[in-house]
């Protein structure tokens, strides 16, 4: 579902929240962006909750993560192809 709304949307970047994912997820999100240009920083979740993902266009976007913290993760996107910071 996530997939094909992605594709509907044209997003260059996402974020989702309360993803219960835990451990690593690059083949999770490659699979959802649909290519292997996807980028990304997560929080991850403690048991059953919470868990953030920020997805990222790497054709489009330099992603530079600033923190990971217990309730938000903060990252800095930098355009490739516009002036756009």
């Known amino acids: 579902m996530?997939?094909?709304?992605l594709k509907i949307w044209k997003a260059d970047v996402v974020?989702?929240?309360?993803?219960?994912?835990?451990g690593e997820i690059a083949n999770y999100v490659k699979e959802i962006w649909g290519s292997r240009w996807a980028d990304?920083?997560?929080?991850e979740a403690s048991g059953t909750r919470g868990?953030?993902?920020i997805m990222w266009d790497k054709k489009s976007w330099?992603?530079?993560?600033?923190s990971v913290g217990k309730y938000s993760v903060s990252c800095?996107?930098?355009?490739?192809?516009c002036d756009l910071n």
Do not use: A, D, W, Y
Not at 2 to 5: A, G, T, V
Not at 62 to 66: A, D, K, M
């Open 40 to 43: 990304h920083v997560q929080m």
């Open 51 to 53: 868990g953030i993902v």
């Open 62 to 66: 330099e992603g530079v993560v600033s």
């Open 15 to 22: 974020c989702l929240q309360e993803t219960s994912l835990e």
């Open 76 to 81: 800095s996107l930098s355009g490739l192809n």
């Open 2 to 5: 996530i997939k094909n709304l």
